[in-house]
Nanobody, 121 residues
């Protein structure tokens, strides 16, 4: 099994900052990419940002210039620095990782439990 443990969510005022962390643990061969998605009440899950093992990043247009994703491959950890937060950023944020569990296997997506981010206006 692969476990993704998120931390860093909470309540912040609009314009403030939060930093999310997600660490992958368990038995696996490699991680190809990690990232963050979010789901607001009544809405579908949406991409926030992803980063590959080679540090290629991808951001949703709504967070470009405000959020920064980074990783620590040695620690199998991904971070999301969120600045200039807006009320519309309020969501449950889910960590994801594309994990190959054995040599010669395929990459599958694994998900964390989610962490709540609430931005008060």
């Amino acid at each position: 099994q692969v476990q993704l443990v998120e931390s860093g969510g909470g309540l912040v005022q609009a314009g403030g900052s939060l930093r999310l962390s997600c660490a992958a643990s368990g038995i696996f061969f490699s991680i190809n990419a990690m990232g963050w998605y979010r789901r607001a009440p009544g809405k579908q899950r949406e991409l926030v940002a992803t980063i590959t093992r080679g540090s290629t990043t991808n951001y949703a247009d709504s967070v470009k210039g405000r959020f920064t994703i980074s990783n620590d491959n040695a620690q199998n950890t991904v971070y999301l620095q969120m600045n200039s937060l807006k009320a519309e950023d309020t969501s449950v944020y889910y960590c994801y990782a594309a994990v190959k569990r054995r040599f010669g296997g395929v990459y599958n997506d694994w998900w964390g439990q989610g962490t709540q981010v609430t931005v008060s206006s």
